[in-house]
C-alpha cells in the first residue's frame, strides 16, 4: 500500500498532469464532441473530478457540502447505481457549466481531498478508493490525449496541438522471431501493488510452441497491405469486418490522408509525411487482423504475449490480441457502483495489451488488460504478429 504522505503527492501530481494535458486547448476546443466515442475535453475534467466527489468526499466526509447540485447529473459517466446522467452523446451539448467554472470546481474537490487526506487517518477501503480514483484519472488521461487529437483531426484546418507530443517513436532494430516453447503458463497481477479487477484471478493456461516479432508492424509494411488491395480483398476480412469497410468506406488508418500519392498522418504535431519506419497506429481489430491473414500470420491471444512480453519492448502502441474480454476464473465485481467499472463491458469487445505513447506514468504494466470494441480505431492502437 501506498503510505499517505506518497499517495497525496500522487494524487497532486495526477491532478496537475489532466490540467496541463489542456494547456495547448484554446477554450472552443473544451466543448467539441464530433462523435459519441469522444468526450470533450470539459467532460473529462469534470468526470474525474466527481469521482472524487462522489465516491470519497460525498460518503467520508461529514457534513461535505457539493460544488453544485447538477454536477453529478452532468458527469456521472455509466454508473447506473449512481444515479441518473447525461446521455454519452449529448455531452458536446454542456456548453454550461463553462470551463471556468470546471476548473472552480476541480480545484474546490481537490482542496478538499488533500485537507481529507492529510486530517485523517485513511483505512484500507478509502486509501484503495483514494488510489483507484487516481488512476481513473490516468485513464482519463490517455483519453483527454486521443479525443483531443480526433476533435482536431477532424477540424479542417488540421491545427497542431502541441509540436512537442513524440507520437511516432521508430523501433530501430532487426526484426525477430522470438520462440516461445510448450508449457503452462501462469498469467494474471500476482503482488501487491496497484491493479484492477479483470487483472485477477492469477490462473494458469496451456500455450503451444509459438513464435511472436519482437517487432510492432510498420507503417511501410501497412503501406504494403494497403497497395496490394488488402481493403478490396473481401477474404482477408471477417463479414461483420468487410460490412464495416464498405459502408464507412474505410481505406487507410485513421488520420491518414493521401495527398498526391504520398501518404500523410494527422499527428498531434499537425500534418505531417507518414514516417515509413514507425509502428502503424490508429487500426481497428478488423483491420489488424486482415493485415495478419494477408500475412499469412496470426494475432497472439492476450496468454501469448503475457507469456513472452519480457523478451520485447512494448508501450508504444496498445496491441490488438485475439483474445475475447472475458473474466479470469474466480473473477469478482466489488460491491455496489465499483462494481461497474469492468465487469458489465465483458462483452463483444476485444482484449489489448502493452499501452501507448498517450498512457500516463506509473499506469500501465504486464497484466493490464485494456478492451474495445473491435471497430474503434481512435485509440493509439497497432499490432504484433505471431505464427
Not at 500455450?207 to 519482437?214: A, P, T
Not at 482477408?236 to 498526391?260: F, G, R, S, T
Request: charged share 25%; with cysteine.
Amino acid at each position: 500500500m501506498i503510505a499517505t504522505d506518497t499517495i497525496l503527492d500522487f494524487f497532486l501530481q495526477t491532478r496537475k498532469h489532466t490540467e496541463d494535458i489542456c494547456i495547448p486547448l484554446e477554450t472552443e476546443d473544451y466543448v467539441v464532441q464530433p462523435v459519441v466515442d469522444v468526450s470533450p475535453p470539459k467532460w473529462h475534467l469534470g468526470h474525474t473530478t466527481w469521482f472524487f466527489e462522489e465516491f470519497i468526499l460525498k460518503k467520508y466526509v461529514p457534513g461535505y457540502k457539493l460544488f453544485n447540485d447538477d454536477f453529478s447529473f452532468v458527469f456521472n459517466s455509466y454508473y447506473e447505481t449512481v444515479g441518473k446522467r447525461v446521455i454519452r452523446s449529448d455531452r458536446g451539448n454542456l456548453s454550461r457549466p463553462g470551463v471556468s467554472q470546471v476548473y472552480e470546481y476541480r480545484k474546490y474537490v481537490t482542496k478538499n481531498l488533500e485537507h481529507f487526506i492529510t486530517e485523517k487517518e485513511l483505512s484500507d477501503e478509502i486509501h484503495n478508493l483514494i488510489e483507484i480514483g487516481i488512476h481513473h484519472e490516468k485513464q482519463h488521461q490517455e483519453l483527454l490525449i486521443t479525443d483531443i487529437k480526433f476533435i482536431l483531426g477532424n477540424n479542417p484546418l488540421l491545427p497542431e496541438y502541441s509540436s512537442d507530443f513524440k507520437e511516432n517513436p521508430i523501433e530501430n532494430f532487426q526484426r525477430e522471431w522470438i520462440h516461445i516453447p510448450e508449457g503452462v503458463y501462469e498469467i494474471g497481477h500476482n503482488d501487491n501493488t496497484f491493479c484492477y479487477d479483470n487483472e485477477l484471478g492469477r490462473h494458469k493456461v496451456f500455450l503451444h510452441d509459438f513464435e511472436i516479432s519482437n517487432k510492432l508492424v510498420t507503417n511501410k509494411e501497412y503501406i504494403d497491405f494497403i497497395e496490394a488491395g488488402g481493403y478490396q480483398a473481401f477474404y482477408l476480412w471477417h463479414a461483420e469486418a468487410w460490412d464495416w469497410v464498405n459502408q464507412k468506406n474505410i481505406k487507410a488508418p485513421l488520420y491518414w490522408h493521401k495527398i498526391e500519392e504520398e501518404w500523410y498522418q494527422y499527428t498531434l504535431s499537425g500534418l505531417k509525411k507518414v514516417i515509413l519506419d514507425a509502428p502503424v497506429t490508429h487500426i481497428s481489430y478488423y483491420e489488424a487482423f486482415a493485415f495478419s491473414q494477408w500475412k499469412g500470420l496470426r494475432l497472439p491471444t492476450e496468454f501469448e504475449w503475457e507469456a513472452s512480453q519480457a523478451y520485447f519492448k512494448w508501450g508504444s502502441r496498445w496491441e490488438w490480441t485475439e483474445s475475447a474480454y472475458s473474466p479470469y476464473p474466480g473473477y469478482e465485481k466489488a460491491d455496489g457502483a465499483l462494481g461497474e467499472y469492468n465487469g458489465k463491458f465483458m462483452v463483444n469487445q476485444k482484449v489489448l495489451r502493452g499501452g501507448s505513447v498517450a498512457t500516463s506514468n506509473h499506469h500501465t504494466r504486464h497484466t493490464y488488460r485494456n478492451f474495445f470494441h473491435p471497430y474503434l480505431q481512435w485509440q493509439f492502437t497497432g499490432l504484433r504478429l505471431a505464427k
